[in-house]
Each structure stands twice: as structure tokens, then as C-alpha cells.
Nanobody, 123 residues
Framework: QVLLVESGGGLVQAGGSLRLSCTASGRTFSSYVVGWFRQAPGKEREFVAAISRSGVSTSFADSVKGRFTVSRDNAKNTVYLQMNNLKPEDTAVYYC????????????????WGQGTQVTVSS
């Protein structure tokens, strides 16, 4: 069992930055791919980014490429989502998830989810 807790959300002006953290309990965190997803009001949940077990490989949605980065520190059981040049359309609840699926953008393949953290970008 893995318990995930997100933190770092908040209110920021367009063009600003935030760093989200996803901290996990459990000794097997390094055996999971970790993904970030977001859901805006009235919209479907969408994939944002993911990072491999070792942290060597990453994947991003086209809408955030060049603005967001993802990293992990397995010794701290933590994955980070650095968000730069934020836009109002980035406003959403951001969730981290852990899983073992091969298709990182497919939310249904993740086994564990955090409770989410709100990110609001004002124009």
C-alpha cells in the first residue's frame, strides 16, 4: 500500500512558478512510475507529466512541454513537479499517482492516488 500526499499548490499570477511535491509512504516507492494529472472544473482529468522509477525518463503533455519539469528523490520518497511560466489555463486540482503501467498517460493504470492540491493562476 502506498499513501500519496501532494503539497505546494496555491495562487500565483500568470508567468509565475510553483513547485508541487508528492510524498509517499511505504518502502517500495522507487518501484513505481509516478504521474501527475490535473482536473479543472467541468473538465475531464488530463495527464500532465510522468517520471520513471529511476527518474531517468520523463514524459509531458504537449500543453506543458517546455514549461514543466518533473523529478524525483527516491531517498526522500518524493516526486516534484516544477511549473514555470504558468498560464490561467493551468488552473486545476493537481493529483499525483503511482503505478506500474506501461502507458504513463493512462490514469486507469495507476494504482494509488493522492488527494490533490489546488493550483490557481490569475491573469
Amino acid at each position: 500500500q502506498v499513501l500519496l500526499v501532494e503539497s505546494g499548490g496555491g495562487l500565483v499570477q500568470a508567468g509565475g512558478s510553483l513547485r508541487l511535491s508528492c510524498t509517499a509512504s511505504g518502502r517500495t516507492f522507487s518501484s513505481y512510475v509516478v504521474g501527475w494529472f490535473r482536473q479543472a472544473p467541468g473538465k475531464e482529468r488530463e495527464f500532465v507529466a510522468a517520471i520513471s522509477r529511476s527518474g531517468v525518463s520523463t514524459s509531458f503533455a504537449d500543453s506543458v512541454k517546455g514549461r514543466f519539469t518533473v523529478s524525483r528523490d527516491n531517498a526522500k520518497n518524493t516526486v516534484y513537479l516544477q511549473m514555470n511560466n504558468l498560464k490561467p489555463e493551468d488552473t486545476a486540482v493537481y493529483y499525483c499517482a503511482a503505478g506500474s503501467g506501461a502507458i504513463w498517460s493512462e490514469g486507469q493504470l495507476y494504482n494509488y492516488w493522492g488527494q490533490g492540491t489546488q493550483v490557481t493562476v490569475s491573469s
